[in-house]
């Protein structure tokens, strides 16, 4: 992995879930607050973690940088470029609603912001060019995520593309196992450990389908078998679990897909959209009468 991109406290977010317990204990503080980090030296930050040099070290490698120097210059970059996004902060219980207004916008804000940083305008391309192409297209998510899957399904039906989402596992092996080459599965899921996700997308695999990862730990399981990784980005706090707060992130995802799509599609497309809206439009007419 290589951390040193547009925002590395968003890279470290993202890879936190696979880390050992105590290099996530030093990944939380470099999130939580990355200037104690700029601040510190490594003997300074080994008293303020409760860890020992050489772990810090370790961590700072596992992480993708060359040492703990490298580690503290690419966020001092960070923070200076954006000083104020990473000022530590959370919703506390008694906070005013004017204040809950500010920090659920700002937290939206930064997870859409991180996450189009991340995203490979050529992988985007690879997956926009496979489900265009596609004979059919499964799309799997449960609880927060299975809101997303619905979300893109719909989407996609509308501009005449074959899609079915699942958010039930048994139901998603059922039509995992008879898929085949030239079919796509986008799986959703935030840690890409969810089972009803990984087990379907696996059969899918297996089958000969093609699978495209929407997650928020770019080494997680899910990750792993995918033909394309679509990382988001989300940052978790005691009243947005971490699926809730990837919500948005993932949204944005699938809107570039689909974007994509009907830029390449972009007759059918369009002829699509019209015709699903007059058959909508007749609907509510009729409705109103």
């Known amino acids: 992995m290589s951390v040193e991109p547009a925002n ?18 030093i990944a939380r503080l470099i999130v939580d607050d990355p200037g ?9 930050f080994s008293a303020v973690s409760g860890t020992s040099e050489a772990t810090i070290v370790r961590t700072a490698r596992a992480l993708g940088f060359a040492g703990y120097s ?3 210059f690419a966020l001092a970059a960070a923070v200076a470029k954006e000083p104020e996004r990473l000022v530590p902060g959370d919703l506390a219980p008694d906070d005013p609603l004017t204040d809950v207004i500010a920090k659920v916008a700002r ?19 690879e997956v926009v060019k496979a489900i ?10 449960v609880a927060a995520s299975g809101l997303v899957a619905a979300d893109m399904s719909q989407k996609l039906l509308r501009i005449g593309l074959s899609s079915h989402p699942f958010s039930d596992a048994h ?29 379907p997308a696996r059969t899918a695999s297996e089958a000969g389908a093609l699978v495209v990862a929407i997650t928020d730990n770019p080494r997680s399981s899910l990750a792993g078998l995918a033909d394309h990784t679509l990382v988001s980005a989300g940052r978790e706090t005691a009243f947005r679990p971490a ?12 809107d570039c897909i689909f974007v994509g799509l009907a830029q390449r599609r972009y007759e059918t497309a369009e002829a699509a959209i019209r015709v699903t809206r007059e058959a909508t439009d007749r609907y509510r007419s009729r409705q109103s009468r």
């Open 36 to 44: 104690l980090v700029v601040r510190s030296t490594i003997t300074e």
């Open 171 to 199: 139901l998603a092996l059922t039509s995992a196992a008879l898929l085949r080459e030239g079919d796509v599965v986008v799986a959703v899921s935030c840690s890409g450990e969810t089972p009803d996700v990984l087990v």
């Open 132 to 141: 265009s192409e596609a004979r059919r297209i499964d799309v799997y998510g």
């Open 8 to 25: 590395p406290v968003a890279a470290v977010r993202a890879v936190l879930p696979s880390l050992t317990p105590a290099a996530q204990s």
């Open 107 to 125: 937290a939206e804000s930064e997870a859409l912001a991180d996450t189009a940083a991340q995203l490979d305008p050529d992988r985007l391309g």
């Open 243 to 254: 699926a809730l707060a990837s919500r948005i992130s993932q949204l944005l995802i699938v």
């Open 70 to 72: 490298q580690m503290r």
